[in-house]
């Protein structure tokens, strides 16, 4: 019985994170069904918000953070142009030298 209710309060948990995370702009949350009403003004957002060094974060929640922020990014590709996608990625990505090679476009993840 209390392990149930633990999962109950881990899911809840999880359903006020991306929900915050993901802003009032967004229709459905769970199962990886969330669709966007805008979605390129949305990838744009999420691309100029992103934390693009998360991996490299000693604070759990922020690199907790950070991917959830990339699996949003990566729904929102596969919801816009691949022309668009990559443009827009390219123009936010850090200001590094080395950035274009860190963060190569997922061409994959993007909307044929």
């Not at 702009?25 to 966007?36: M, Q």
């Not at 009403?37 to 992103?50: I, W």
């Not at 604070?59 to 990566?74: C, F, V």
Request: proline share 4%.
């Amino acid at each position: 019985m209390k392990i149930l209710r633990l999962k109950e309060i881990i899911k809840e948990e999880i359903v006020n994170l991306l929900e915050f995370d993901l802003g009032p702009g967004w229709v459905g949350v769970g199962s990886g069904n969330i669709k966007s009403k805008n979605a390129v003004s949305d990838l744009e957002n999420a691309l100029k918000n992103h934390h693009w060094m998360y991996k490299m974060s000693d604070d759990h929640s922020r690199y907790t953070k950070g991917k959830i922020e990339r699996d949003n990014i990566y729904r929102l590709l596969s919801q816009v142009d691949c022309k668009v996608a990559k443009k827009l990625w390219y123009k936010h990505l850090p200001r590094h030298p080395e950035a274009k090679k860190m963060f190569e476009f997922p061409k994959n993840r993007c909307k044929k």
